[in-house]
């Protein structure tokens, strides 16, 4: 769960590669869909291209492990919102996964 300030326009980054089979990546644009309100502004959905660490699990996640997108317009009253992510994988055969998460504002 991640807890953004109203107001800021944030990038929130997933870790997949504890779902991933050895040597399976991501691939493609994700789609990242609010499924509360209309009230957020989804943006810049990418796998991820460069590595990034993840704050939630302390580990550094590797290029194609991950999913990015900027996030702005949350509503301290409306959250939690419900975010759907959805991107396909390289193995074969290839694989959609989906997951859902949660954002808070405060």
Known sequence: RYTISVGD???VQIDYTDRLRSGEELTGTPTVTELT?????????????????????????????GVQFRVSGGIAGNSPYRIRVSVDTDGTPSRTMVRDLYLDWA
Not at 47 to 58: D, E, L, Q, Y
């Open 9 to 11: 326009t944030d990038v």
């Open 37 to 65: 309100t209309s009230d957020l502004t989804i943006t810049n959905n990418i796998v991820n291209a460069s590595p990034f660490f993840n704050t939630i699990n302390g580990r550094t996640v590797a290029v194609s492990h």
